[in-house]
Nanobody
Framework: QVQVVESGGDLVQAGGSLRLSCVFS????????MGWYRQAPGKQRELVAT???????NYANSVKGRFTISRDNAGKRVYLEMNNLKPEDTAEYYC????????????WGQGTQVTVSS
């Protein structure tokens, strides 16, 4: 069974940086597109960034130029480097693993809280 576990959330001042990590287990990592999503209180979960096994990335407009997603295929990990954090980045951040095959499943972690103080 696929599992993804996030870590790295913290309280940080505006303008600061954080790196989130997600460890994947239970299947073949290269068969999954990995992503980070976030959900702020009272809002819907939204895409932050995704990365394919080949390294192609996609970002929400709100984080372009500030956040960087990367993956370590050998270590089965995905990272989200967040710079110049803003109070509006405050949210629960979730790691996602989406299979590239239709029957492979879509998996979520439990989330890690990022709080940016002004």
């Amino acid at each position: 069974q696929v599992q993804v576990v996030e870590s790295g959330g913290d309280l940080v001042q505006a303008g600061g940086s954080l790196r989130l990590s997600c460890v994947f287990s239970g299947s073949i990592f290269s068969r999954f597109t990995m992503g980070w999503y976030r959900q702020a209180p009272g809002k819907q979960r939204e895409l932050v960034a995704t990365v394919t096994s080949g390294g192609s990335t996609n970002y929400a407009n709100s984080v372009k130029g500030r956040f960087t997603i990367s993956r370590d295929n050998a270590g089965k990990r995905v990272y989200l480097e967040m710079n110049n954090l803003k109070p509006e980045d405050t949210a629960e951040y979730y790691c996602n693993a989406k299979s590239i095959v239709a029957w492979g499943g879509n998996y979520w972690g439990q989330g890690t809280q990022v709080t940016v103080s002004s």
